[in-house]
Structure formats: C-alpha cells, structure tokens
C-alpha cells in the first residue's frame, strides 16, 4: 500500500468513527460523547445503555457495515468491468436483490400485519441473496463472448437487466396490498431506520468473510486492470477470477441491500472518489471500504437530524434519500467524463 | 520454441492459421510478417495461451504450453498484446513492477529480486529517469517501451511481441526495435515479434517468417527470402528489393498520375 492511500484510510476511518460516535449520540435523547464511549466500554447508567447499545448501535454498525459492503462490491465491480459506472446499482445486482426481497415482502405479507419473524429474518436476505446471484448470473452469461465473460460487455448489459428487475417490483407494488407495498416502497428507498443486530448481522458475516476474500485478490486486480490478455500472459485466469469476484461483489451488495435496503450511489461513488484522492489506477480496496462506512455513516447523520436542524419538522428521511442525493449530481459528472474521453 | 501442426479458429469459423509448423531459433530475433489478414497476430496468440488451438501443439523446451500451470509457464513465455491500454494514472515503474506477478505471493512484497527486475528492465528501455512519471502522459514511443519493460520485468527467456511498434513514426519505432534486439542480443532470449513494416522486420530480424493465408510463405535470413518475386506474390505489390548494409530494403513502384 502507498502512504497516501495509507493516509486516506487512516482518515477515512477516524472520520467514520468520529461521526459514528456523534451518531450515538444524537437523536430525541441527547447523550454527550463520554456517555456513549462509557456505554460502549461497559460502563454507564442502565437507561444510557440501553438508549447507545439497544437502540442505536445497531443501526450505526448497520450503517457502517452497509457502507462497507456496498463500497467494495463497487469497487471490484468497477475493477473488472474496466468501467467507472459499473457498481451493484447500476448492473442489477442490487435491482435483482430488491425483486426478490420485495416479492417475500409482498407475497409472505398478510396484508397489513408484519411478516413473522423468522420470514423476515431469514426470508429477506436470503431472497436478496437468490435475487442478487441471478441477476449477476444472467448479466455473466448474456457478457460471454467467445467463451469468456467479456468486461464490456457487463455495464450494457447489466443496465438491462437492471430495468428488467425494476419493473418486476414495479409491478409487485402495483399487485400488492397497500400496506405490504408501503414497506416495500419506505425500505426501497434504502433505509437504516430502526435497525437491529439481526439485521446488523447477515452484512456483518458477509463484511468479515468477504472482505478479506476480496483483498486476497489485490494482486490478480492489479494485473486484470492492464486489460485481460496482459493478465493472462502474467499467469492470471481471467475466467475463474472474474467470475469468483463477480460471486464475491454480488453476495457483498445482496447482503448490505438484505440489511438496509437498495442505499443508492453508495458503490458508485466510493470506489471512484478513494481512486481520486489516492491517485491510484483502481479503486483502492481499504480506503474505499472505509469511505463507503464514512459516506453512509455521514448520510444518514444528515438523514436523521437534517429536516430538524433546517427546522422543517421532526421528521426522518430514508438514508438513501441523501446519497442519491449527494451521488446523482456525480454520476452525472462521471457520463459526461466518459463521453469527453471517447 | 517449436510449433507443430498448429490450426487455429475463432468459433465454428474457418481456421485463420492452418496445419502451421515452425521452429523458432533460440535465442535469436524472428520476425514474422504477411499481409493484414494472414493469420500473423493469430498465430502470435496462438504460439502464447491467449487462443486455443483446434488442432496442434506449441512446445516449450519440448513441454506442451497449454498443460502447463499458468504462473508456471508465465515465467517462462511473456507475451505483449497489441495496442495494450494503460490504465489511467499509472505510472511507468508501478506499470513495469506488474511483470513480477508470476513471483510474487498474495501479499508479499517486491523482493530485492523483483526490485532489480524492475530496475533492470527499465534500465533497458532508457526510461530510468521518466520512471515515476504517469504513463498516460509519455509519449507514444515512451509508452510502448514501458510496456516492453513489464514484459522484460517478467524475465522469461521467451518474449511475444504484437506490432510493437504500430502508430509510431520511425525515430521511435527505431527506438522500440533496438530494444526488442538487445532483449534477444544481449539477454540470449528467444523473441519473436510480428511486424507490419517490411524494411523494419528485414533490419533487425535474424530469421523472417513470411505469412500468407494462414501459412507459411517462406522463411529465412531476411536477405534470402525478401525478393521481388515473394513481395508480389504474397503481398500482390509490386517493389524492388535492394540491400542496403546487408539488409534487405523494399521500395515500392510507383505508379504516378501525368
């Protein structure tokens, strides 16, 4: 690793800490900072306890492992597709999650009562999981040409079966009970609102397994940057590797959109701003999964208390809300970019 | 290197290369050259792992590449693809440092001996001093000797080269040449390059393979085979050859409007 991409991830991880802790610490209770670190540390009052540790530790580490997943599943899908706008949201992999995920929200759901709890605990992220897998399966197979997944290929591709799967959930809000297509539409939105371990822990497992996986790669990255036939005369097979980190991208953005919903712009974004500030020539693994904890982290800082503090009204905004907002101008940036270097 | 009755096709298509043996002299410079579509880059690819043959076998000191382990045989045979495309940002000695993943362990860092690859290699190409310079920002002839680096980096006694010196004009061309010979020259290792410019491939080649239709024309010194009678008949162009300081040079005839 380069000092500066050393730096940009030391940086990126005290920041995330730091408005992570601020997080904590903010909402209808207001807690100060020594407070929560008491409580994170095993000491504090019962009621402090229960207002850092119950309630809004899992939805800070939700938010900040989401962060992470989503982060680097853009960043290796970026990095094999050779393409800035290739990320889990852009490609499917995200919209096939959702497919799935809405059609156990809508069809297990009894018209208006909640899912039972174990439908909703296992059914979603594995749904997202099935969903997530095949429409990377599809993408994978329609981007073979000549017996191998051609990295072109994937972005235009993907974007297809994107709108495909988009329109299946359009199409299961439209069939489906009011109240069953209300929760489908608030979690679409991507939303970390009143998250618990249990949705924490299914990104939680990926993050730790996966990550790691993913780092494993650096090297046969480094190579597949110079384009495939250079890699493969260095002793990379393209093939294998393409399609493990596709498995390995996938499962991450499944995962992190399991727990908290399809977040926008999130694997996009990250993986392109840490190649900037690095100054590397793909996104740098580590930096960019802490700046994917640090982005969503901030956004949904912003999302909670962002109408409070403008003094429009008490009310929350879904996560998702704010880094669509914050990406969107970006990707914009990004097309334009693309269309100036043809 | 040695390949033995080799057919190769893209698809169901028919062969671009068909039934073609060649003995490549070790530690020598061949040049292969034929008119666009004659198979040249096929067979380069073919001769490396980057295409699979329908029929036939390339060995490599009498072992079979394609039952070879890939990093295995990434030590042994470098190959450069034409026109390859540099990542954004990238600078010419983290581009050359990538030769040495045949070598390097996941996470390993460079050892002294990938370090004095690099340092070799870039000592070979006369780009020591642009070495922490993005690569985008070279020049062309600049660019394409980073390239030839990383695969020098690689240190593999059998180097491929495709069209290395295509879009250069003839000052960096020349340049580009100089190194692909001393690689053959000085380091004793067998390199074959495809060429498209005659004079060029006649100049610094010590064996000349002439393609034609998927087959070998002919093949030799490049002052035995390049002939007039050859140029037409492979190339349907009518030239003189004349030889100027031992080789071969093809002028064109002209055919000029009154």
């Known amino acids: ?342 | 290197m040695f390949v033995e009755n080799l057919t190769l096709a893209y698809g169901g298509d028919k062969p671009v290369v068909s039934g073609l043996t060649l003995e490549v002299p070790s530690g020598r410079l061949t040049a292969i050259v034929g008119p666009n579509g004659s198979g040249k880059s096929t067979l380069l690819r073919g001769m490396s792992r980057l295409m699979a043959p329908q029929s036939g076998r390339v060995l490599l000191d009498g072992k079979d590449i394609h039952r070879l382990p890939a990093r295995e045989l990434a030590r042994e045979l470098g190959i450069l693809p034409q026109g390859p495309v540099t990542p954004e940002g990238i600078t010419a000695v983290e581009l050359v440092s990538r030769g040495r993943h045949p070598y390097r362990g996941m996470f390993a860092r460079l050892t002294a001996d990938d370090q004095s690859a690099i340092d070799q290699a870039l000592a070979a190409v006369e780009l020591e001093e642009l070495k922490d310079r993005p690569v985008d920002q070279l020049s062309g002839g600049q660019r394409q000797r980073v390239w030839i680096a990383m695969v020098l980096a690689q240190g593999t006694p059998h180097l491929l080269l495709d069209e290395p010196t295509t879009y250069l004009d003839l000052a960096h061309a020349v340049d580009v040449m100089n190194v692909v010979h001393a690689a053959a020259h000085t380091s004793a290792r067998t390199v074959v390059v495809v060429l498209h410019d005659l004079t060029l491939a006649a100049q610094y080649a010590d064996h000349l393979v002439v393609m034609g239709n998927g087959e070998i024309a002919a093949q030799g010194s490049p002052v035995e085979v390049l002939s007039a009678e050859l140029l037409q008949e492979v190339f349907g162009l009518r030239a003189t050859v004349v030889e100027v300081g031992g080789a071969p040079v093809v002028v064109p005839d002209r055919r000029l409007a009154v």
Request: glycine share 12%; net charge positive; with cysteine.
């Open chain 1, 1 to 342: 690793m380069n000092p500066r991409t050393l730096v940009l991830s030391a940086a990126c991880a005290l920041l995330a800490i730091a408005l992570a802790l601020v997080s904590l610490s903010v909402g209808t209770t207001k807690l100060p900072v020594v407070d929560v670190l008491q409580s994170l540390l095993g000491g504090g009052d019962g009621s402090t306890r229960l207002i850092v540790l119950e309630l809004r530790l899992p939805r800070v580490a939700t938010g900040l492992l989401v962060g992470i997943a989503f982060a680097v599943s853009g960043a290796l899908l970026q990095t094999l597709s050779r393409n800035a706008l290739a990320s889990p949201d852009i490609v499917g992999v995200n919209s096939g999650a959702s497919a799935a995920a809405v059609t156990v929200i809508v069809l297990a759901g009894t018209g208006g009562g909640n899912i039972s709890g174990i439908a909703a605990r296992v059914g979603i992220p594995l749904a997202a999981i099935i969903g997530g897998l095949a429409a990377t399966a599809i993408v994978g197979v329609l981007s073979i040409q000549r017996g191998v997944i051609d990295a072109g290929r994937i972005v235009l591709i993907g974007v297809g079966v994107a709108a495909a799967a988009n329109s299946l959930v359009a199409w299961l809000l439209v069939i489906g009970d009011v109240t069953d297509a209300g929760r489908a539409a608030a979690w679409l939105a991507g939303s970390l609102n009143a998250r618990t371990w249990s949705d924490a822990l299914p990104v939680g497992l990926a993050v730790l397994l996966l990550v790691p996986a993913a780092v494993a790669f650096n090297r046969d990255l480094d190579a597949l940057v110079l384009g495939d036939d250079v890699a493969s005369a260095l002793g990379v097979r393209v093939s294998r590797v393409r399609v493990a980190l596709l498995v390995i991208a996938t499962v991450l953005a499944a995962m992190a959109t399991a727990g908290a919903g399809p977040i926008a712009f999130v694997a996009l974004v990250a993986p392109q701003i840490a190649q900037r500030l690095a100054k590397t020539e793909r996104p740098p693994l580590l930096s960019t999964a802490l700046l994917g904890a640090l982005f969503v982290t901030a956004a949904d800082l912003v999302a909670r208390n962002g109408l409070e503090v403008l003094q429009v009204g008490p009310y929350e905004l879904p996560v998702g809300v704010v880094t669509a907002a914050a990406g969107a101008p970006y990707l914009l940036h990004l097309i334009g970019r693309q269309q100036k270097g043809r």
